[in-house]
Every structure is written in C-alpha cells, then in structure tokens.
C-alpha cells in the first residue's frame, strides 16, 4: 500500500503523489505476472481440449506451443510499452509542475535534444538551474526500450529484418529474442526495465521533494 504520511506537507497538485501509487501498481502487476499467465494458459488448455475432445492429439498438439510461447509474450510485451508511457507522461507532468514552480516561460517541450532523456536533462539543468540529471545507465536502458517500444507499438512486435538496430539488439541481449518473426521478452528483461524506469522517476522525485517541500527548521 501507499503511505499518505509523505504526501501531508505537499502540494497537492504535485504530479507526483499519483506517479507513485501507479509505480506502486505497475509493481504489483508485475510480481503477479508470471501467476498470472499461468492461470491463462491453464485456462486456455483446458478450454481448448475440452473443444477438441475425440478429435486425434496430433490436430490440437499446436495449443500447447500457444500456451507456451504465444500467450505469454502476448502479455509481456505490452507492459513495456506502459512503461515507457509511464516514464514519458510521468517526467513531463513532474517538469511541468517544475517550471510553475520556478516561474518559467520555457517548457521542455521547447527544448530540442538528441534523444528524450537528453532533452529533459538540458530543460533540468538549464532553464530550471537543477542539479540534477538522467544519467548514462537511464539513458542507455531508455534508449533501448526505445527499440523495443517501437517495434511493439508500430508492428505489433513483428520484426523487421531491415531494422539492425534491433538485429544487434537481439544478438546481444539473451533475454531479448525473436520467435516466429516476433519480439518476445523474459520476464527477467520486464523486472530489470520496471526497476531502471522506477529508480530515474523516484531519483527526480526525491529531488523536487526537498527542493519544495523540505521542511524548514
């Protein structure tokens, strides 16, 4: 659950106090993930066979690969995509919420960067004077989810043989991997991804925090 004690001396427009009851619902989502699926799968079988039943095992012996590969990356797949929705929507409304509270004409969407992250970090430590930045470790893992968001969004997760940067992608990640022309992701990958995306939004978080609402002795 979510402690309202932290939330007492804030502001509360403060984007904040939501962004942290959904991290806390992302989580619980995915520590029931794999319970989850199973229940599905198992579902599926019984549904399927009961559907099949008297037919020759061989023509219903595919529902087992589905329930083994398809379901699965079927529902794995999707939380990443929440997660970069959640990291993009989550650090514009914190920015947005900066720059009333520093008084600024600029947004960060005026700023123009190289990528995302890079954007945020100019808008943060020039317009907004924070001594604070995204570091290289988000800013790689972003970068990659990146890749895969967009694989996901654009082709529902169909791999373009053209598309090398997910080519290398896939060749140097273990827990990334194709099946049948697909993008499919471990359930290690989606833990490490919520934990990278979870710690940037809490770190700039912290941040504000004692920058606005640190009680003065």
């Given at each position: ?74 529902i794995k797949l ?94 140097s990640n273990s ?43």
């Amino acid at each position: 659950m979510v402690s309202l004690a932290g939330f007492m001396n804030m502001d509360m427009s403060y984007p904040g106090i939501s962004i942290k009851v959904e991290l806390t619902v992302l989580a619980e989502y995915l520590d029931g993930m794999e319970q989850g699926i199973s229940a599905v799968c198992d579902s599926y079988i019984l549904k399927e066979e009961e559907k099949n039943k008297g037919l020759p095992h061989y023509e219903f012996s595919y529902i087992y690969e589905v329930a083994k590969y398809e379901i699965p990356r079927v529902i794995k797949l999707p939380y990443l995509v929440t997660l970069y929705s959640l990291f993009e929507s989550s650090i514009l409304s914190l920015l947005k919420y900066a720059k009333k509270k520093e008084g600024k004409e600029i947004s960060v969407k005026d700023i123009k960067g190289k990528t995302l992250i890079s954007s945020y970090n100019k808008y943060m430590q020039h317009i907004l004077n924070y001594d604070f930045y995204f570091n290289q470790k988000t800013m790689s893992g972003f970068s990659e989810l990146n890749k895969l968001r967009n694989c996901i969004a654009h082709s529902n997760g169909n791999l373009d043989p053209r598309n090398t940067e997910l080519k290398k992608l896939l060749s140097s990640n273990s827990r990334i991997s194709e099946l049948n022309g697909q993008l499919d992701v471990s359930y290690d990958y989606l833990q490490d991804a919520f934990g990278f995306i979870a710690e940037a939004i809490r770190e700039l978080m912290k941040y504000m925090e004692l920058r606005y609402f640190e009680q003065k002795s």
